[in-house]
């Protein structure tokens, strides 16, 4: 996935915004070595439990809290879950419930919530 120029870019981030296009996949390496166990347990208990804080995501889970929060930055890095400020909380949700790998241009793809939600994925 090579860039010729600026115009370019620009060009398909204004076709992603009006919604005429899909965004270009992203380098799979970087997620891939950030889904650790820890990382898929954490996504599965926001998927399956919801929970209104990092706090609440800490007993549930039993991790320590800046383990915990660090995960979720990693996470958010790669899209895979949202950090919601709510005054002095932070709620964790998730924003993918899947990620689709292409081995051949080494590229993901994550499949927001809402997507499985409405049966599109």
């Known amino acids: 996935m090579t860039r010729t120029s600026l115009t370019e870019l620009r060009e ?3 076709g992603v915004a009006r919604g005429e296009r899909r965004a270009s996949p992203l380098p799979a390496a970087p997620l891939l070595a950030a889904l650790s166990r ?17 706090t609440e995501l800490v007993s549930i889970t039993g991790r320590a809290q800046p383990n915990v929060s660090r995960s ?14 709510e005054g002095r909380e932070v709620r964790p949700e998730p924003a993918a419930s899947a990620v689709t790998v292409d081995l051949a241009t080494g590229t993901y793809e994550a499949v927001p ?9």
Request: cysteine-free; proline content about 2%.
């Open 113 to 121: 919530v809402a997507a499985m939600i409405d049966g599109a994925a």
């Open 12 to 14: 398909e981030m204004r």
């Open 38 to 54: 820890e990382s898929l347990d954490l996504l599965g208990v926001l998927l399956r439990r919801r929970p209104a804080s990092i």
């Open 72 to 85: 979720l930055r990693t996470l958010a890095a790669h899209g895979l879950v949202r950090l919601v400020r």
